[in-house]
């Protein structure tokens, strides 16, 4: 396996730049020698047409598409010979995709094969979104045609467990893909139902999304240790990341922000590792992936939090990919940058030092602990913006009681005092405040 090259990133060295797209694309379309022939092979039926490369053939495109794959994964050489790896799978286009050239690798020769046992695990969200006994028919039929589609993989063993925080309801919890019909379709949903009521009642919409992300991070460490796995691959491309840098960053969990887009992103519970081996590929190649292979994304819903503009986060995603409709190199701009962001304090990688060191939620570093002079700032602004004028001078000392505030002991619990800064943030919107407390 090799690293890549610059001209796998869409770029071509000097192209980087911050261009409109209708001219360049105009002058690459009428370079091209011969329209119709690959320019690689010559064979005809070169359709596969990506910004700053010539048009390929299918066979040259999933080769180009399958080494960026392969290259990630062999560049910071990770995986040791037959490790133990959890997929995650939510049906999405990029999931799909990473499915499939996963199992690809695992089927070339003895000198090519990527050597490591896989697992498949979907997270049902689906309790989030349906909401309404009438719509629970649209579970069924989604969760069967995924069924259908993951035995298409038979090589891979194919779990499913729902969106809990109860550790020991989580191992009972997981079911094999071939029996959905028979247990899991009729489990009891009490549990689920709860949890999810805890989740809806925060009002705000940022701190909800925000909760959810890092809880499902929680859920999928459990059942990685659940099935031994050190490494989870999650299907994450260049525009997610994007998007998640610059949310991070609006949400006050900059110091942690390299960690978002990384390759690895080591702060999962008991030392899993999350690992995103299609970052260096785009939406439009992921499209042409599917095309090439004759597949398609399996998400037949929307969920509700994404498709409307009530949060940083949609807010972001929107900025995002408005400004990359314009200019092509956005999106390699923005989560490039993140590459280069390096924390002064890196997370630990002692699990003894884990609980001391970093959140006990998000698993993120503690800033708290390094007298922050911009939460300091904040926390005076939302102290004066709380008080009335007339409270506000009897206030003597504000340093102390924003001091007192950032530590988190303001809060009647010592407990908060070890989670970061958005943390607290979500524990104040949250009703059931437990849900952040408690592992």
Same mark, same amino acid.
């Given at each position: 396996?090799?690293?890549?090259?610059?001209?796998?990133?869409?770029?071509?060295?000097?192209?980087?730049?911050?261009?409109?797209?209708?001219?360049?694309?105009? =002058?690459?379309?009428?370079?091209?020698?011969?329209?119709? =022939?690959? %320019?690689?092979?010559?064979?005809?039926?070169?359709? @596969?047409?990506?910004?700053?490369?010539?048009?390929?053939?299918?066979?040259?495109?999933?080769? %180009?598409?399958?080494?960026?794959?392969?290259?990630?994964?062999?560049?910071? *050489?990770?995986?040791?010979?037959?490790?133990?790896?959890?997929?995650?799978?939510?049906?999405? +286009?990029?999931?799909?995709?990473?499915?499939?050239?996963?199992? %690809?690798?695992?089927?070339?020769?003895?000198?090519?094969?990527?050597?490591?046992?896989?697992?498949?695990? /979907?997270?049902?969200?689906?309790?989030?979104?349906?909401?309404?006994?009438?719509?629970?028919?649209? &579970?069924?039929?989604?969760?069967?045609?995924?069924?259908?589609?993951?035995?298409? %993989?038979?090589?891979?063993?194919?779990?499913?467990?729902?969106?809990?925080?109860?550790?020991?309801?989580?191992?009972?919890?997981?079911?094999?893909?071939?029996?959905?019909?028979?247990? @899991?379709?009729?489990?009891?949903?009490?549990? !689920?139902?709860?949890?999810?009521?805890?989740?809806?009642?925060?009002q705000n919409l940022t701190s909800r999304q925000d909760f959810v992300k890092h809880q499902r991070s929680k859920l999928?460490?459990?059942?990685?240790? /659940?099935? #031994?796995?050190?490494?989870?691959? *999650?299907?994450?491309?260049? &525009?997610?990341?994007?998007?998640?840098?610059?949310?991070?960053?609006?949400?006050?969990?900059?110091? &942690?922000? +390299?960690?978002?887009?990384?390759?690895?992103? #080591?702060?999962?519970?008991?030392?899993?590792?999350?690992?995103?081996?299609?970052?260096?590929?785009?939406?439009?190649?992921?499209?042409? @992936?599917?095309?090439?292979?004759?597949?398609?994304?399996?998400?037949?819903?929307?969920?509700?939090?994404?498709?409307?503009?009530?949060?940083?986060? =949609?807010?972001?995603?929107?900025?995002?990919?408005?400004?990359?409709?314009?200019?092509?190199?956005?999106?390699?701009?923005?989560?490039?940058?993140?590459?280069?962001?390096?924390? !002064?304090?890196?997370?630990?990688?002692?699990?003894?030092?884990?609980?001391?060191?970093?959140?006990?939620?998000?698993?993120?570093?503690?800033?708290?602990?390094?007298?922050?002079?911009?939460?300091?700032?904040?926390?005076?602004?939302?102290?004066?913006?709380?008080?009335?004028?007339?409270?506000?001078? #009897?206030?003597?000392?504000?340093?102390?009681?924003?001091?007192?505030?950032?530590?988190?002991?303001?809060?009647?619990?010592?407990?908060?005092?070890?989670?970061?800064?958005?943390?607290?943030?979500? @524990?104040?919107?949250?009703?059931?405040?437990?849900?952040?407390?408690?592992?």
């Amino acid at each position: 396996m090799c690293s890549i090259g610059e001209e796998d990133f869409d770029d071509e060295g000097g192209a980087h730049t911050m261009i409109a797209d209708e001219e360049s694309r105009t =002058n690459l379309l009428s370079n091209l020698p011969e329209a119709n =022939n690959c %320019y690689k092979c010559g064979s005809s039926g070169a359709i @596969y047409k990506l910004t700053f490369r010539q048009a390929e053939c299918s066979d040259c495109f999933l080769l %180009y598409a399958r080494h960026k794959f392969r290259a990630a994964i062999g560049s910071a *050489k990770i995986l040791p010979n037959g490790a133990k790896v959890m997929l995650l799978f939510d049906g999405s +286009a990029e999931s799909v995709v990473l499915l499939d050239m996963l199992h %690809y690798a695992q089927s070339q020769g003895d000198f090519k094969r990527l050597r490591c046992s896989v697992t498949v695990l /979907h997270v049902d969200e689906l309790a989030l979104i349906f909401d309404e006994a009438a719509e629970l028919g649209n &579970t069924e039929t989604f969760l069967k045609t995924m069924q259908l589609f993951l035995a298409s %993989y038979k090589e891979f063993q194919s779990y499913i467990v729902p969106f809990l925080k109860n550790e020991e309801d989580v191992a009972r919890s997981i079911c094999q893909f071939s029996e959905i019909d028979v247990k @899991y379709l009729k489990r009891d949903v009490t549990g !689920e139902q709860k949890f999810v009521e805890c989740i809806n009642q925060i009002q705000n919409l940022t701190s909800r999304q925000d909760f959810v992300k890092h809880q499902r991070s929680k859920l999928i460490a459990r059942v990685a240790k /659940h099935f #031994n796995c050190q490494f989870t691959f *999650k299907a994450d491309i260049s &525009t997610t990341l994007a998007s998640d840098l610059l949310t991070a960053i609006c949400l006050g969990r900059g110091i &942690t922000a +390299a960690l978002d887009v990384n390759l690895i992103d #080591n702060r999962l519970n008991d030392g899993i590792k999350l690992v995103r081996p299609l970052r260096n590929l785009s939406k439009l190649e992921i499209d042409l @992936y599917l095309k090439a292979r004759s597949l398609k994304s399996l998400q037949c819903h929307n969920n509700g939090d994404k498709g409307t503009n009530g949060s940083l986060q =949609n807010l972001t995603r929107s900025f995002v990919d408005n400004l990359q409709t314009s200019f092509s190199s956005t999106v390699s701009t923005v989560y490039r940058t993140g590459d280069k962001i390096a924390t !002064e304090h890196g997370v630990s990688s002692n699990v003894e030092n884990m609980e001391i060191n970093t959140c006990s939620f998000c698993c993120s570093i503690l800033n708290s602990k390094y007298n922050s002079t911009t939460l300091l700032a904040v926390e005076f602004s939302r102290l004066v913006s709380a008080k009335s004028n007339a409270s506000a001078k #009897n206030c003597l000392n504000f340093n102390s009681h924003m001091q007192f505030n950032v530590l988190g002991e303001a809060e009647g619990t010592q407990q908060i005092s070890r989670l970061c800064h958005a943390c607290c943030n979500i @524990y104040r919107d949250v009703t059931k405040k437990s849900l952040l407390l408690q592992k």
